[in-house]
């Protein structure tokens, strides 16, 4: 069966880093839109970041802007975001997405054909 696997989450001090991993089974991930979503306790999921299938474009949330970046590996059947700078409020469970069809013009929306379970992202002092 198709499937996303994320992996890299855990519990950090604001100002650290994490670096998040989607890694894919069962398919290739070389054809396929890839976005990362969170969705914190009691609030609506949002999008974070998206990468096309040749990694040529990006696209990121204004709250994250500067601070993480999305990057691929398709060698590695591997997408990865890293998160510098944390605060608090980037506390989520993050979600990673892929569909051949999404593309990152369409971002933040979140229509996409398969998801990860999520890893859960704790930022704190």
């Known amino acids: 069966q198709l499937q996303l696997v994320e992996s890299g989450g855990g519990l950090v001090q604001p100002g650290g880093s994490l670096r998040l991993s989607c890694a894919a089974s069962?398919?290739?991930?070389?054809?396929?839109?890839i976005g990362w979503f969170r969705q914190a306790p009691g609030k609506e999921r949002e999008g974070v970041s998206c990468?096309?299938?040749?990694?040529?474009?990006?696209n990121y949330a204004d709250s994250v802007k500067g601070r993480f970046t999305i990057s691929r590996d398709n060698a590695k059947n591997t997408v990865y975001l890293q998160m510098n700078s944390l605060k608090p409020e980037d506390t989520a469970v993050y979600y990673c997405?892929?569909?051949?069809?999404?593309?990152?013009?369409?971002?933040?929306?979140?229509?996409?054909?398969?998801w990860g379970q999520g890893t859960q992202v704790t930022v704190s002092s």
């Open positions: 069962g398919f290739t991930l070389d054809y396929y839109t």
């Open positions: 990468i096309t299938s040749g990694g040529g474009s990006t």
């Open positions: 997405a892929a569909d051949p069809y999404y593309y990152c013009s369409q971002f933040p929306a979140d229509d996409c054909d398969y």
